[in-house]
T-cell receptor, first 111, second 113 residues
Framework: QQQVKQSPQSLIVQKGGISIINCAYE??????FPWYQQFPGKGPALLIA?????SEKKEGRFTISFNKSAKQFSLHIMDSQPGDSATYFC??????????FGKGTSLLVTP | DADVTQTPRNRITKTGKRIMLECSQT?????MYWYRQDPGLGLRLIYY???????NKGEISDGYSVSRQAQAKFSLSLESAIPNQTALYFC????????????FGQGTRLTVV
């Protein structure tokens, strides 16, 4: 069964807006939560990641918010740019075991 | 050169044929993975290996087999390809802790006709 549920499936945001993608998980043993960005014809690339001992991590325009009690985490892209248009995957793993991925969100940032 | 290299990048094969997808890495990682990507289904784990003598099934291993020839090489085989194995296949590597995430190859687009 899908261990990580991701929404929305697709998202359209205007340039300069905030893109928000949400993920939820059930397995409380998960201890590593990365986000991957994938452009057409390329493999997924690690964007940002968080561990459950912090509630937020920010790298440039990208922020992960983590809610351990709700078993949810989200990616916020501030000041979204057309170059951010890509597919985004959330994932989760347990102590270095294989990543479990969400189904992905196709983001389109319009000029 | 890419850290994780997959060959071939594209392949069209016929139903019933045996095909091998190859992956090599220069990251020095012990852990290697094969994922399958289908539209709307995300990335699903086929097999993974934590060292040369370790092979583990993922959630969708039926119809696939793997071989870990060396620390740097991990191949995926389809013994008798079928059309619903048409997909984008990715190899990935990670270090022992997984703490810096997994590094993916460029993918192999496989079409079974």
């Amino acid at each position: 069964q899908q261990q990580v549920k991701q929404s929305p499936q697709s998202l359209i945001v205007q340039k300069g807006g905030i893109s928000i993608i949400n993920c939820a998980y059930e397995n409380t043993a998960f201890d590593y939560f990365p986000w991957y960005q994938q452009f057409p014809g390329k493999g997924p690339a690690l964007l940002i990641a968080i561990r459950p001992d912090v509630s937020e991590k920010k790298e440039g325009r990208f922020t992960i918010s983590f809610n351990k009690s709700a078993k949810q985490f989200s990616l916020h892209i501030m000041d979204s740019q057309p170059g951010d248009s890509a597919t985004y995957f959330c994932a989760a793993s347990n102590s270095g075991y294989a990543l479990n991925f969400g189904k992905g969100t196709s983001l389109l940032v319009t000029p | 050169d890419a850290d994780v290299t997959q060959t071939p990048r594209n392949r069209i094969t016929k139903t019933g044929k045996r095909i091998m997808l190859e992956c090599s890495q220069t990251k020095g990682h012990d852990r290697m993975y094969w994922y399958r990507q289908d539209p709307g289904l995300g990335l699903r784990l086929i097999y993974y290996s934590f060292d040369v003598k370790d092979i583990n099934k993922g959630e969708i291993s039926d119809g696939y087999s793997v071989s870990r020839q060396a620390q740097a090489k991990f191949s995926l085989s389809l013994e008798s390809a079928i059309p619903n194995q048409t997909a984008l296949y990715f190899c990935a590597t990670s270090d022992f802790s997984g703490g810096v995430g997994a590094f993916f190859g460029q993918g192999t687009r496989l079409t079974v006709v």
